[in-house]
């Protein structure tokens, strides 16, 4: 049987790590065979460009090469990790995939979102979640959560470079609406929860997995 591929995404600061441990509980509790991973990185090569690309002195990073490198690393990741884990049945929880870099660096530096798919589409062969959680929240709030602890590379940018990419995900969900759910994630912890759960139990039904 086939798994099922979940990711979560939003800006900087939105939850999603905090809500990826309640997930996970959830999914522990529930004896579900699951893994959890991020982007980039998920792999011992990916982590390694994950600290190229988010390390704070590498200021002089060409936007090309960024983008090229989050594809990198993703290929990476599907082909080691997520794929093998999807044929398993498994459930794969990732913190990030490529909405991100159409939002970051298709809109956010400005490469174009074609451009940017195309490069990532090489690089996924043809691996899509079935299931995105998209936390919506405004930037300048969850921005300052990940600011006042230092930040990376990316988060540092300041705000009009991830309100650009705020506005870029908004355009995203408009275009490629198809199995992405909005998370209202300036509510409380617990509704933020109830939220993400609710549409995980649905794709889980619809799979038998529950």
């Known amino acids: 049987m086939k798994g099922i591929f979940i990711t979560l995404e939003g800006p900087d600061g939105s939850g999603k790590t905090t809500m990826m441990n309640r997930i996970t509980q959830y999914l522990e509790e529930k004896g579900i065979d699951f893994i959890v991973t991020r982007e980039p990185g998920g792999t011992q090569i990916g982590e390694e460009i994950r600290n190229i690309i988010l390390d704070a002195k590498n200021k002089n990073m060409a936007s090309e090469t960024e983008a090229l490198l989050y594809a990198a690393s993703r290929a990476q990741h599907v082909h ?6 999807l044929k398993e049945g498994k459930i794969v929880l990732c913190e990030r995939f490529i909405l991100s870099s159409l939002a970051y660096q298709g809109i956010g530096r400005k490469l174009g979102i074609e451009e940017v798919y195309m490069i990532n589409h090489f690089a996924i062969k043809g691996v899509k979640p ?3 959680l998209f936390f919506r929240i405004d930037p300048a709030v969850s921005l300052n959560r990940k600011v006042e602890k230092g930040g990376d590379r990316l ?6 470079f991830h309100q650009q990419v705020y506005n870029g995900y908004m355009k995203l969900l408009e275009l490629y609406p198809e199995n992405i759910r909005v998370i209202d994630a300036s509510k409380s ?8 759960i609710s549409s995980i139990e649905e794709i889980l039904k619809r799979r038998n997995k529950i």
């Open 189 to 196: 912890k617990e509704d933020v929860f109830r939220q993400c």
């Open 130 to 132: 079935d299931l995105t």
């Open 80 to 85: 080691e990790k997520i794929n093998p884990a």
């Open 155 to 160: 988060e540092q940018e300041g705000i009009q």
